[in-house]
C-alpha cells in the first residue's frame, strides 16, 4: 500500500494546489472547534448524500484541465463546504458493492453483480433505529435494478423493517412505458454500463405503478411527459429525487448517480459530458434544498464518488474506461460536505477512508454505528 | 489438483502447440505455486493462436525458469505462493479451463483484498523475466499514425492537448490528397520490410481499397462478429445468465463457431478478431472505441513496427441505445463526438507504443484529416514547439521515418 500513499498524496496535492488557486480555499487544521458541538441546531438536522457517479478520475474533474468540466462544484459549491482532498477506498471497486459498503461503513464483499442486501447494517438503520425515525424518513434513489438491495443489511439486529426506501428509478419507468413503446425511452433504461445489454425488467408492474400513483403521488402521465424530456438516468433520479424531498422530506436521502459510468463504453466524450451532467445536477440538488423550506438551514450535503478510474499510466488498464486495476487513481478520490454546521471554504489535506462517512452521520445525527469500520472526520463540524 | 500432480495426458484437449510447450515444460510446471500455474495455462492453452511476439514471450518465462536453481525458482515465486486461495479455487479444473480458474481467482484475490500483492507479484515476475531474456528489439524503429476527425468540417476542441509538450505541433499541413499517401507510404513500408503481423491498418469506418502489405481491421468488415457476439450476449441474458457467466461464455467464443475458417496465420488473425471483438467493452457499439482498443491490442499482442490507425465518426449514445434494441442504425452519427475520442485515443496509443522496446527509436504521428493540424512526436522533432512552415503528408512522414 505504500505505492497507494504516494499516489494518494501526489494526488491530494495536485487537488489542493489547484482548489487554493481556483477558490481561494484555505487549508484546514483539526485544532478548529467543532460548530456541530458549539452550535447545536434548533430544528432536527437532515442530510442528503450524493455519489458523483460511477467513479470519475482527477484528470478530467480536480487537475487544472479537468476544471472546465466541473464549474459547479468549483464555482459554486466548493467555496460554501469543506473539501477533503483525499479520500481513499480499499475496498472491491465495483459500483453495487463500493456504494454499499459507503452506505454502512465497512467494506462490503458481497458480489458486485448480484442485488444482495449489504452484509453490516446501513446507515438508514442505526439512523432509524437508534434515533426512532419512521420509514418515511430514510430514502435511497438508486441507479441500476443491482442497487435495489442497498436499503437494508442482512444483519441479525438489524435488517428487515429498519432500512431505507429505496426507489428504482429506471424499474419505475419500465413499469409505467407503455408496451411498444420502450425504444422512446431507451436512453434513460440504460441499466447498467458494465454489462451493455442489460435492460431493468419491470417486476410487478402494478406494485411499481403504485409506487409511482400511491406513493410518490406522480401520475403515470406526468412521468413519462417528464421523462421524455430528460436527457439522461441521472437526470430521472433528480427528477424523482425532487419528488421525494417534496412528498416526504426524508431527513436522510441518499442519492447515487451514475452516469459518469459511461466510460466503460470507451467513449471519452461521453464519459466528459457525463461529468458536466452530473456537476450541474450536484449543483440543482444543492439549489433544491436551499430554495426548499423543510431543508433550507438544516441539511448537510455530501458528494463523493464511490471511486476513481484506471490511470493512463497503468499498462494493465486502458485508462479512464475501467477501474479495474486497482492502482492508486482509481482507489483515491475526494469529499465536499456543506451545510450550516460546515465550515467554508476549508480544505483538508490528511488522508481519510470512505468508510468514514457513516460515522460522521452518526456523529451528524447523534447515533453510533457500531458495527462500521471508519472514524468520524474530526474536522468537519 | 495440485501442479506437481500435473502429467503429460492432463494437455490432451490442447491445440497441438500448446500441448508441445505443456509436455515440454511439464518439470517446471508441476514446480510452480497454484496461485501461477493456471495463468501461465492460461498463456500456454492460447498458444497456437498467439501472435509470434506473444509465443516469444512464453517461451522467455518458462526458459527463465528453467534457467534457475529451484532455490531461486522458489524465490522468484514466492509473492504468488504467499497468496492464500480458497478451496474451492483447487477444485476448478484449471488445466483444461485456466479460464475461468482466473476469473474465479480474480474475484478471490479483489474479496480478500490480495488485488495490490498480486499486482505486485506479476509485475515483478515480468520485470524479471525480461531483465534477464530482454525481449528482442523491433527489426526496425516503429512508426505509429493516427487519423482522426473524418467528417469534421470545423472544431474548435484543441487537439493534441495530451501530447503537446512531446512533439512538434504543425499548424500548415496541406491536406491534399494526406489519406492516400499515408496509406501509399504505409503499404511501401510494409513491402519493404516483410515481419509477420508487423504491420497494421485499423479503420473505423470501411476502407475504399486493402493497402497491400497491412493486416487490415476495418470496423464495418467486421459487422457479422460483432453482430454474432452481440446476438449471443442477448441469447444469454434472456437465458438470465449472470454478468460472470455472460462474460465467460463470450471468451470461450472461438472463430469456427462464427464460421471463420483457416489454419496458420489465418487462424491466428481469425482468433485475433474474435477476442478483440468478444473480450472488448464498448466495442461492438462504438467505432471509436474499437479503432483505440484494436490498436491498444495490436500493439500489446503483435507488437508491430508498423501501425496506421484511422478513426471514424461514431454513432450517438441514442443510436447506440437502439442497438441494444436489436435495430442498428447509422445515420445517427457524431463527428465531433468522435473526435473527442480519438484524440484521446490517440494518447493513449502513443502511450501503448512507448511501452514497447525500441520507445526511445519509435515515432508517432497524429493528423487531423483533411485539415492543416499534426503533430508529430519522435527522435529527429523538438518538443514542446509549434511549426508554422507549410508542409505536406509526404514530408511530415519523411519526419517520421515511415
Not at chain 1, 220 to 235: G, I
Not at chain 1, 316 to 329: C, P, S, V, Y
Not at chain 2, 48 to 65: N, T
Amino acid at each position: 500500500m505504500e505505492d497507494l500513499g504516494k499516489v494518494a498524496a501526489a494526488v491530494s496535492r495536485s487537488r489542493r494546489e489547484f482548489l487554493r488557486e481556483a477558490t481561494g480555499a484555505c487549508l484546514g487544521t483539526a485544532l478548529l472547534g467543532s460548530r456541530l458541538r458549539a452550535q447545536p441546531g434548533t430544528r432536527p438536522r437532515k442530510a442528503v448524500v450524493v455519489t458523483f457517479g460511477g467513479g470519475a478520475r482527477d484528470d478530467e474533474t480536480f487537475m487544472p484541465e479537468g476544471r472546465q468540466n466541473i464549474p459547479n462544484l468549483v464555482g459554486e459549491l466548493l467555496p460554501r463546504g469543506t473539501f477533503f482532498t483525499r479520500v481513499v477506498n480499499r475496498g472491491i471497486l465495483g459500483h453495487y458493492v463500493a456504494n454499499a459498503s459507503l452506505a454502512t461503513g465497512a467494506y462490503e464483499t458481497l458480489n458486485n453483480f448480484i442485488a444482495s442486501p449489504p452484509e453490516h447494517p446501513t446507515v438508514f438503520e442505526y439512523f432509524r433505529k437508534e434515533l426512532k425515525r419512521p420509514a418515511s424518513d430514510a430514502w435511497v434513489i438508486a441507479p441500476s435494478i443491482g442497487f435495489e438491495r442497498i436499503g437494508e443489511s442482512q444483519h441479525a439486529a438489524y435488517g428487515p423493517g429498519l432500512g431505507a426506501n429505496v426507489v428504482l428509478p429506471k424499474r419505475l419507468l419500465a413499469s409505467a412505458v407503455p408496451a411498444g413503446a420502450q425504444a422512446d425511452y431507451q436512453a434513460l433504461l440504460h441499466d447498467n454500463y458494465e454489462s451493455p445489454l442489460y435492460r431493468p425488467e419491470a417486476g410487478s408492474t402494478d406494485l411499481e405503478l403504485e409506487r409511482l400513483t400511491g406513493v410518490l403521488k406522480v401520475s403515470v402521465s406526468d412521468f413519462l411527459a417528464n421523462a421524455r424530456n430528460l436527457e439522461s438516468p441521472d437526470e430521472l433520479s433528480v427528477f424523482l429525487a425532487r419528488r421525494v424531498m417534496q412528498q416526504f422530506a426524508p431527513s436522510l436521502l441518499w442519492i447515487t448517480l451514475h452516469d459518469i459510468d459511461i466510460a466503460h463504453a470507451g467513449t471519452f466524450s461521453l464519459y466528459v459530458d457525463a461529468i458536466r451532467r452530473t456537476d450541474r445536477l450536484c449543483a440543482e440538488i444543492w439549489k433544491l434544498i436551499q430554495s426548499s423550506p423543510e431543508y433550507a438551514g438544516r441539511t448537510s450535503l455530501f458528494v463523493l464518488p464511490d471511486f476513481g478510474r484506471d490511470s493512463d499510466e497503468t499498462p494493465g488498464g486502458n485508462g479512464f474506461q475501467h477501474h479495474r486495476t486497482g492502482d492508486a487513481r482509481s482507489r483515491t478520490t475526494w469529499m465536499l460536505a456543506m451545510g450550516p454546521d460546515i465550515r467554508e471554504n476549508v480544505v483538508i489535506d490528511r488522508p481519510i477512508d470512505s468508510m468514514d462517512l457513516v460515522p460522521t452521520l452518526g456523529s451528524y445525527f447523534g447515533f453510533s454505528p457500531q458495527f462500521a469500520q471508519g472514524k468520524p472526520v474530526g474536522e468537519l463540524f | 489438483m495440485q501442479p506437481s500432480e500435473l502429467a503429460p495426458e492432463h494437455f490432451a484437449t490442447y491445440p497441438p502447440l500448446a500441448r508441445q510447450v505443456a509436455v515440454d515444460n511439464l518439470e517446471i510446471l508441476r514446480q510452480l505455486p497454484m496461485g501461477f500455474v493456471p495463468l501461465l495455462l492460461g498463456e500456454v492453452i492460447a498458444y497456437d493462436s498467439k501472435f509470434p511476439a506473444e509465443r516469444q514471450e512464453v517461451d522467455a518465462q518458462f526458459a527463465f525458469m528453467k534457467a534457475q536453481r529451484p532455490e531461486r525458482r522458489r524465490e522468484v515465486m514466492a509473492r504468488f505462493d504467499r497468496l492464500t486461495l480458497s478451496r474451492d479455487l483447487a477444485e476448478v479444473d484449471w488445466v483444461k479451463n485456466p479460464t475461468e480458474f482466473s476469473e474465479r481467482l480474480s474475484a478471490h484475490l479483489w474479496t480478500t483484498s490480495q488485488v495490490a500483492d498480486f499486482r505486485t507479484a506479476a509485475v515483478e515476475f515480468l520485470n524479471t523475466v525480461r531483465s534477464a531474456i530482454p525481449p528482442p528489439p523491433p527489426a526496425m524503429p516503429r512508426v505509429s499514425i493516427v487519423v482522426l476527425g473524418q467528417g469534421v468540417t470545423k472544431s474548435s476542441y484543441p487537439l493534441f492537448r495530451k501530447l503537446r509538450a512531446r512533439g512538434t505541433y504543425f499548424s500548415r499541413v496541406d491536406p491534399a490528397g494526406g489519406l492516400r499517401i499515408v496509406l501509399r507510404r504505409m503499404s511501401a513500408r510494409a513491402e519493404q520490410h516483410p515481419v509477420p503481423f508487423g504491420h497494421w491498418y485499423i479503420d473505423g469506418g470501411s476502407p475504399n481499397a486493402v493497402p497491400p502489405g497491412l493486416q487490415t481491421l476495418a470496423y464495418r468488415q467486421l459487422d457479422p462478429i460483432r453482430d454474432a457476439v452481440v446476438s449471443k450476449l442477448r441469447g444469454l441474458l434472456m437465458a438470465g445468465a449472470g454478468t460472470e457467466a455472460r462474460r465467460s461464455a463470450l471468451m470461450q467464443m472461438r472463430p469456427e463457431d462464427l464460421g471463420l475458417k483457416g489454419e496458420g496465420d489465418e487462424r491466428v488473425l481469425n482468433y485475433f478478431k474474435v477476442t478483440l471483438l468478444s473480450e472488448g467493452s464498448g466495442v461492438q457499439f462504438f467505432s471509436t472505441t474499437f479503432v483505440q482498443w484494436a490498436a491498444r491490442e495490436v500493439l500489446r499482442r503483435a507488437q508491430p513496427v508498423t501501425l496506421l490507425a484511422r478513426f471514424a465518426p461514431r454513432v450517438t449514445e441514442r443510436s447506440m441505445n437502439a442497438s441494444l434494441m436489436g435495430s442498428r442504425t447509422t445515420s445517427d452519427l457524431d463527428a465531433e463526438g468522435a473526435l473527442v475520442d480519438a484524440d484521446m485515443g490517440a494518447y493513449y496509443t502513443w502511450l501503448n507504443q512507448m511501452r514497447l522496446t525500441g520507445a526511445d527509436r519509435s515515432s508517432f504521428l497524429i493528423w487531423f484529416e483533411d485539415h492543416a493540424e499534426a503533430l508529430v512526436v519522435a527522435p529527429s522533432v523538438a518538443s514542446g514547439v509549434e511549426s508554422t512552415q507549410a508542409i505536406d503528408l509526404n514530408q511530415l512522414l519523411d519526419r517520421v521515418g515511415a
